[in-house]
């Protein structure tokens, strides 16, 4: 099992930043890829930031966030960040860390954390 522990959220004024921490513990060696998501109200939930384990630590983003949000892990501490910069009214979501464990093993998902930014 993985557990995922996220903070970080809050209240931001818009061009504001504000940086996610997701927590993992477990059997963390199982991990793949360690993502964020979002999902506004009445949205579906969607990818923000996509960060390999396996493929060299490549990275991905949705072009809603490319150059504004940067996706970061630390192996020692089994943590992943998003710094959020230039944050947008449209950024308001419920953000959620999530941990791919391939075919074998079922993905984790984190409690979600509010991001709130005003105009």
């Known amino acids: 099992q993985v557990r995922l522990v996220e903070s970080g959220g809050g209240l931001v004024q818009a061009g504001g930043s504000l940086r996610l921490s997701c927590a993992a513990s477990?059997?963390?060696?199982?991990?793949?890829?360690m993502g964020w998501y979002r999902q506004a109200p009445g949205k579906q939930r969607e990818s923000v930031a996509i960060a390999s384990i396996t493929r060299g630590g490549s990275t991905n983003y949705d072009d809603s966030v490319k150059g504004r949000f940067t996706i970061s892990r630390d192996n020692a501490k089994n943590t992943m960040y998003l710094q959020m910069n230039s944050l947008k009214p449209e950024d308001t979501a419920v953000y959620y860390c999530?941990?791919?464990?391939?075919?074998?093993?079922?993905?984790?998902w984190g409690q979600g954390t509010q991001v709130t930014v005003s105009s």
């Open positions: 477990g059997t963390t060696s199982t991990i793949k890829d």
């Open positions: 999530n941990a791919d464990r391939g075919p074998l093993f079922s993905a984790a």
